[in-house]
Every structure is written in structure tokens, then in C-alpha cells.
């Protein structure tokens, strides 16, 4: 099965910043999108960031000109970096692609998710 690892969440003060990664780990054949989700307490969980197969790009309008995602192929790893961090982006973050195995079965997948804490 794929699986999705998240790691780099920690605590942070506003205004710092903090890079996620998530990399995916089983037999792909091919994904259709990668993505960053989060969801605080009480909230609903919402994309904060996603990058299509051809990299074409797509963020929240809360987190635009501060958010960065990216990834490598190679490593089948996608990234976040988060500058400037607010106490509103406190959140725990999820990974999330859509993948091909080389079985031909394509589904969605999602990480166990990482705590991102703003505070002072």
C-alpha cells in the first residue's frame, strides 16, 4: 500500500517559519495531485496548498504570499514551507495524494498528520 509520512511540525513563534515535508512510500505508478490540508479544533479541515503532476500550483487566499509548496519526483516528496507564521495557522497539517499503484489502482491517500503550533 502507499503510505504517507509527514514530519517537521514543531512549535514556532509568530512570525517564524517552518518547512513540512511529506514523502510517499510504496509502488506509484502515478499521482494525480499532491496537497496540504489542515483542520484546527472546531473547524472544519480545508486545502491550504496543492500542486498538480505538471506542476501547476493552488493556494488558500489566507496563506498566499507566505505559503510555498513544491516537491521532488525523485524523492516523491512534497514540501511546505511556511514563513511568517500566524497563531491562526496553529493547525494540525495533513498530506494528501491521489495515486496509481502499479496495479492500476488509483485512491486517496492521506498522512497521520503533524502539529503546527504558533504561539509566544
Known amino acids: 500500500q502507499v503510505q504517507l509520512v509527514e514530519s517537521g511540525g514543531g512549535l514556532v513563534q509568530p512570525g517564524g517559519s517552518l518547512r513540512l515535508s511529506c514523502a510517499a512510500s510504496?509502488?506509484?505508478?502515478?499521482?494525480?495531485?499532491m496537497g496540504w490540508y489542515r483542520q484546527a479544533p472546531g473547524k472544519e479541515r480545508e486545502l491550504v496548498a496543492g500542486?498538480?503532476?505538471?506542476?501547476?500550483?493552488d493556494y488558500a487566499d489566507s496563506v498566499k504570499g507566505r505559503f510555498t509548496i513544491s516537491k521532488d519526483n525523485v524523492k516523491n516528496t512534497i514540501y511546505l514551507q511556511m514563513n511568517s507564521l500566524k497563531p491562526e495557522d496553529t493547525a494540525v497539517y495533513y498530506c494528501?495524494?491521489?495515486?496509481?499503484?502499479?496495479?492500476?489502482?488509483?485512491?486517496?491517500?492521506w498522512g497521520q498528520g503533524t502539529q503546527v503550533t504558533v504561539s509566544s
Open positions: 510504496g509502488t506509484i505508478l502515478s499521482v494525480e495531485t
Open positions: 494528501n495524494a491521489y495515486v496509481t499503484t502499479q496495479s492500476s489502482d488509483s485512491y486517496d491517500v
Open positions: 500542486i498538480s503532476s505538471g506542476g501547476d500550483t
